[in-house]
T-cell receptor, first 115, second 114 residues
């Protein structure tokens, strides 16, 4: 069964500090991995999308890494800001035999930045 | 341009009633998805529309759930004879193509079944 597990479930850090969120998956055959940011009461917003051949991708202060061998990904946030407080969701896409793709969502990490 | 919109933003209904949730995707997006997000749970895929192809209904949890997409644009998710376990946030997303394309999410409809 395709699964995506994220850790920690929640994290509280001081403004200006860095943090790293983890994602482990057992999805196959792997197609791509995405990180989304979801503010409270809003829909998820895409941060990064990585394919099998990419092992790092940045979007401003967000840097995602992917190790397809160990099936692990991380999202590193640098110099956190209060606006980074949100849930961060890891999503892994599997390619089906029919050519389409199915997404498996992690339960997310709830990040709180305190001043 | 305008993003994905959903209505209503909140819906409270009594157990046993039917509800309709609406999604207006981004203009020109051929793919539309419905997801359910229960408290403390990850997003759960419900149904996927792609162009004129038959929808992928594999995520619908029961036959009380149905969805349609009229004219390749607006979609309606219908839940019949609602149960308390249907309480969740229902999210709609659209994209230019299949699941390999970036999905843009709406703000969701929070459904509460009392």
């Amino acid at each position: 069964k395709n699964q995506v597990e994220q850790s920690p479930q929640s994290l509280i850090i001081l403004e200006g500090k860095n943090c790293t969120l983890q994602c482990n998956y057992t999805v196959s055959p792997f197609s791509n991995l995405r990180w989304y940011k979801q503010d409270t009461g809003r829909g998820p917003v895409s941060l990064t999308i990585m394919t099998f051949s990419e092992n790092t991708k940045s979007n401003g202060r967000y840097t995602a890494t992917l190790d397809a061998d160990t099936k692990q990904s991380s999202l590193h946030i640098t110099a956190s800001q209060l606006s980074d407080s949100a849930s961060y969701i890891c999503v892994v896409s599997a390619r089906s035999n029919f050519g389409n793709e199915k997404l498996t969502f992690g339960t997310g990490t709830r990040l709180t930045i305190i001043p | 341009g305008a993003g994905v919109s959903q209505s209503p933003s909140n819906k409270v209904t009594e157990k046993g009633k039917d509800v309709e949730l609406r999604c207006d995707p981004i203009s020109g997006h051929t793919a539309l998805y419905w997801y359910r997000q229960s408290l403390g749970q990850g997003l759960e895929f419900l149904i996927y529309f792609q162009g004129n192809s038959a929808p992928d209904k594999s995520g619908l949890p029961s036959d009380r759930f149905s969805a349609e997409r009229t004219g390749g644009s607006v979609s309606t998710l219908t839940i019949q004879r609602t149960q308390q376990e249907d309480s969740a946030v229902y999210l709609c997303a659209s994209s230019w193509g299949g699941a390999s394309h970036e999905q843009y999410f709406g703000p969701g409809t929070r459904l509460t079944v009392t």
